[in-house]
């Protein structure tokens, strides 16, 4: 599992932080939860999990949490009850929605923007050249629609330094991928991944400095 998840100061006044096995199973749940809508196998039977909801039986959650499933179903309970987790009993399994959970996720790539422009009913037949006339902000929102379907792969820490990279504005007021002939984007974070992997094992006998300039000199590229 990779990524991270964004923790407020002000939960040192929460009342969960005060005990440390409740804190460690809150976060561990944040942490389960699903980054992105995807269908899972429970029993045979295929079931969608949305974003920030996870599918995990008592007898799971126990396990990791080191308690019987007694202790487990009263920590939800809990949690239910301060509104900070929504419970909804499936088969073989318990549905948990992590309440707020955007806000233990956002970061550059998911906060650009979270929404679309809305268009009036009428916008494209008014004026069927809007299409070429989209600002940066709208391209850079439908950029990072385009690459949301790789994080669960490689990571939101990975996927946000690739939209970063290739949203930078030009000179020419276009964004970096838009200079390129052609933009796989599967292709292209595939080599980013792989680029940086290479890279990571090379860092202990290269500079800082020098590996930054190789990163941006060699990566995407191909």
């Known amino acids: 599992m990779s990524g ?12 969960i932080f005060k005990d440390a096995w409740k804190f460690r199973c809150w976060i561990d749940l944040i942490s389960l939860a699903n980054y992105s809508d995807q269908k899972t196998d429970i029993g045979g039977v295929l079931m969608v999990c949305k974003r920030g909801e996870t599918l995990r039986s008592l007898e799971t959650l126990a396990g990791r949490w080191g308690c019987d499933k007694s202790k487990a179903r009263r920590f939800l309970k809990l949690l239910e009850s301060d509104g ?24 550059n790539f998911e ?12 916008e494209n037949q008014t004026n069927p050249n809007n299409k070429d006339k989209k600002d940066n902000k709208e391209k850079k929102v439908e950029f990072q629609q385009r690459i ?3 994080v669960e792969k490689y990571g939101r820490e990975m996927c946000n330094e690739f939209y970063l990279y290739w949203t930078e504005t030009t000179k020419d007021n276009k964004l970096r991928w838009e200079k ?3 933009f796989d984007v599967s292709r292209r974070i595939s080599n980013w991944h792989r680029n ?27």
């Open 4 to 15: 991270y998840v964004r923790i407020n100061r002000s939960v040192l006044e929460h009342w």
């Open 84 to 107: 900070m987790v929504v419970l909804k009993n499936e088969t073989r399994t318990t549905r948990i929605t992590i309440c707020k959970y955007d806000d233990y996720q956002s970061d």
């Open 111 to 122: 906060s650009e923007t979270q929404t679309k422009t809305k268009r009036k009913p009428d």
């Open 148 to 150: 949301a379907p790789f």
């Open 180 to 182: 390129e002939t052609a």
């Open 196 to 222: 940086e992997q290479k890279f990571r094992s090379e860092e202990s006998s290269v500079s800082g400095d020098e590996l930054i300039n190789n990163v941006m000199a060699k990566i995407g590229k191909k």
